[in-house]
């Protein structure tokens, strides 16, 4: 069903009882807002996420490729709120990733997750960030049409969407040389 539409200041529509652990994994960035700061050509850009021993706290290693080197930074998330069912997160790195001494925190709002945890769509309370993920490196084009109408219906400018190219099957970690800067991350996610 279709929610009403939301003005770029209406309230979200965020997951309740998000089964945390059915979360984890790998999920691969399917389209993106694209940021200043992310590289032009980067791809095969994926998140996984691990729970940690404390059942709260998840480690997040995002990476992506570009000019043959892979990028990554590694950090965590936790619930805003954890007395709420709602699945609003706050992801915290730190900068610089080689020398973790500056929190970067930002929001990780998850919009919609299907019923088997195959398809998500994460935003963030500004509308400035939006990221449609699979647990596969491609997605079904009426899956896709699906979650790009529900984004717009939460108030986001669907226009900004650019799809994230995707080789199947997916490199390995360790398969190519690694820039262990990983500026452009933080800087994508938050907007600075």
Known sequence: MAAAKKSGGGEMTVVRGLDVARY???????????????PRDGRDTRA????????????????????????????????ADPS???AKLKVKFYLPPFLPIIPVVGDYWVLYVDDDYQ???????????????CRKTSIEEEVYNQLVERAKEEGYDVSKLHRTPQQDPPPESDAAPTDTKGVW???SLFGK
């Open 24 to 38: 984890m994994g790998r999920w691969y960035e399917i389209a993106s807002f694209p940021s200043f700061f992310q």
């Open 48 to 79: 996984t996420y691990k729970l940690l021993e404390d059942g709260a706290t998840v480690h997040v290693l995002n990476e992506t490729w570009s000019k043959g080197k892979r990028d990554y930074i590694e950090g965590t998330a936790y619930k």
């Open 84 to 86: 709420s069912d709602e």
């Open 119 to 133: 398809y998500a769509l994460v935003g963030e309370p500004r509308r400035k960030n939006l990221w449609i993920l």
């Open 185 to 187: 991350w933080f800087k």
